[in-house]
């Protein structure tokens, strides 16, 4: 029995060190939301107002654009995935490969060739185990993204987009990201950024009725503007996108090293009661043994008397 409670000992004092890491991992997981948050209010109202900026051009312009012309028949979309170069976050990361399988599968329905772009090292792997083919990649990032970041995953976006699809280039460019609810919500989504859709960036007020957008004189003209604003909106669209998908990344740390933690201290709990019980076996053993011994030894000398 002494053996048993040596085991039961070296577990709780394994255990009780993983939850010390865990709960270290779910405190600093905590403190970058904050900051995660943050960053995701202020990139937001940019990006929905330079959106709303690129549809009111759009909108007050007869100039066709990549921007927002859509092809007669495309043949080619590029597909930007989003997840995390680190695991420990539950489903974080395989949620949003679902969610590309998903569009991939239905863009292929449609008789579209998906172009992958991945972002992280988990998205990174997924498709590297299965031998599928990735346009560009990128890591090293995920948790804390910079403008310069989003930048560097545009650029051979935009290239793409706007080159000829008989030299590789595409029609359309989707991304799928981890949106942002709450802490205890962050949901899988996935959105066409190029070619702009004029319905579905229509923005509407809070009494709900559609929002009349002011007409524009444009110099040199609509098209340069657009050519302009281009970059800056896939640019600044990609940016939101990954400072949702890190919050998201850091919300869903949290969460899934709260529930390490607390599995820890059952197991913890359990094995003190069982090693309790071993220890109350042992001494009962002892006990016994002892009370049998006397017994033995009071029967002899009674015996020899």
């Known amino acids: 029995m002494g053996a ?3 085991v039961y000992k070296r577990r709780i004092k394994s255990v009780t060190a993983t939850k010390k890491i865990t709960k270290a991992m779910e405190m600093i997981a905590a403190s970058r939301i904050v900051k995660a948050q943050r960053q995701v209010a202020a990139s937001t109202p940019y990006s929905r107002e330079l959106t709303r900026a690129v549809t009111a051009v759009a909108t007050g312009s007869n100039d066709k654009h990549p921007l927002t012309t859509e092809a007669d028949r495309p043949v080619r979309a590029a597909v930007l995935l989003i997840t995390s170069d680190r695991g420990l976050a539950g489903g974080y990361s395989s949620n949003a490969i ?5 569009l991939t599968q239905r863009l292929t329905a449609e008789g579209k060739e998906v172009v992958p772009y991945i972002v992280g090292r988990k998205g990174v792997a ?3 185990f ?9 890591t090293g990032f995920t948790d804390s993204p910079t403008y310069a970041d989003a930048k560097k995953v545009a650029a051979p976006l935009i290239e793409s987009f706007v080159a000829d699809t008989a030299e590789g280039g595409v029609d359309e460019l989707h991304i799928v990201f981890t949106e942002f609810v709450s802490m205890m919500t962050q949901q899988p989504v996935d959105n066409r950024l190029l070619p702009l859709s004029l319905d579905a960036t229509e923005q509407k007020p809070e009494g709900g009725k559609d929002e009349i957008l002011p007409l524009f004189e444009f110099e ?6 657009l050519d302009a604003l281009l970059p800056r909106y ?3 669209r990609i940016y939101n996108a990954l400072l949702q998908s890190a919050a998201s990344e850091h919300a869903a740390r949290r969460r899934a090293m709260k529930s390490a933690t607390d599995n820890a201290e059952e197991l913890i709990k359990s094995l003190t009661r069982l090693a309790n019980a071993a220890r109350q076996a ?4 002892e006990i016994s043994e002892i009370v049998g011994g006397a017994s033995a030894l009071a029967d002899a000398t009674a015996g020899s008397d």
């Open 98 to 102: 679902k969610a590309a399988e998903a």
């Open 126 to 128: 997924y498709y590297s």
């Open 4 to 6: 048993q409670i040596r």
């Open 282 to 285: 042992d001494i009962t053993q």
């Open 234 to 236: 896939v640019e600044s």
């Open 130 to 138: 299965r031998e599928r083919k990735v346009a560009e990649s990128w």
């Open 220 to 225: 040199p003209s609509a098209e340069d503007v």
